[in-house]
């Protein structure tokens, strides 16, 4: 899966200065940067939108099939969004109308505050909103994508607080699941420090789960600023069922926002999970660099 981009006027002026490899990679890691600061300024513009919870209007009814012999397909579930750390539910716009436009029925945004200090906190409440959206659609499970914090949020909820019984598929995007040790600065924030490596809540998610039932699919980036080293973002434990697929090109801000990362969303949602029972599903992870995915 690949998405070419436009070109840059000053690639040759790079090539004949820089060696041909050093070269394209600075051309790549220049293009992403400038995809990252566009995304930036665009999110900080609708920022204000994605402050309150959204508005949950009644599910509409699915339209007659033309053939009334033709049996009902089985209706997909919910789909939960949840954002990242000092984030609110608008980084979600594109890929909620990606998702809408390829037969999702059922899209719904969590906003946790911004004032959060613990993951364990905002997984109960997790757990409490995915409970309340299957009462109000008689929907038995849910999927969910988690962008950075949000999918570490997740993954407590399914792994340590009994999740994995709701959530059919856990998709991550650029989430730091053994720990960041990036800007170590920002230790001053109790929930960042709950992101380090060897942090209490970190080994907590490395204590065996056997029989977990939710299927892992992890998207990391291989410029993705926010993760160190780059891999913490994949999945590896050996009782998950687990699918890591590598995004070269792009960087952390451009995961929940470009088009070929939302079709790969898409297609882990809609790919149909194995019948092999729970029990049997311990030690089935893929590898930590399993699948690719490239943004040219």
């Known amino acids: ?31 992403a940067t400038a995809l990252e600061i566009v995304i930036l300024a665009g999110h900080l513009l609708l920022y204000p939108s994605g402050i309150t919870q959204e508005h949950r209007e009644p599910l509409p009814e699915p339209p007659a099939p033309e053939d009334a012999t033709q049996l009902p397909t089985e209706a997909k579930p919910p789909v939960v969004l949840l954002h990242g750390f000092i984030d609110n539910r608008s980084v979600f716009v594109l890929l909620r109308r990606s998702l809408a436009q390829h037969g999702r029925r059922q899209v719904e945004s969590l906003n946790y505050s911004p004032l959060t200090c613990d993951i364990r906190t905002a997984a109960e409440l997790l757990g409490r909103h995915i409970e309340e959206i299957c009462e109000r659609t008689g929907s038995r499970e849910v999927d969910i994508v988690g962008h950075s914090l949000g999918g570490l949020i997740a993954r407590y909820y399914v792994q340590r607080l009994g999740g994995d019984l709701r959530v059919r598929t856990l998709v991550t995007l650029g989430t730091p699941h053994s720990g960041t040790a990036v800007v170590p600065l920002a230790n001053a924030h109790p929930i960042v420090r709950q992101m380090r490596p060897g942090s209490p809540v970190i080994e907590e998610l490395t204590r065996p789960a056997p029989g977990c039932r939710t299927h892992f699919v992890s998207f990391w980036s291989d410029l993705d600023h926010l993760m160190e080293p780059l891999e913490t973002a994949c999945v590896d434990h050996p009782d998950l069922i687990a699918q890591n697929v590598q995004v070269s090109g792009i960087g952390h801000l451009a995961l ?9 969303i898409r297609q882990a949602l809609d790919t149909p999970l194995p019948k092999t029972p729970a029990a049997n599903h311990t030690g089935a992870h893929a590898s930590p660099r399993a699948g690719g995915l490239t943004v040219a």
């Open 1 to 31: 899966m690949k998405v070419t981009g436009a070109s840059v006027p000053f690639l040759p002026l790079c090539q004949r200065l820089l060696p041909s490899r050093l070269a394209g990679l600075s051309m790549t890691l220049l293009k």
């Open 256 to 264: 929940p926002v470009h088009p070929a990362v939302a079709t790969g």
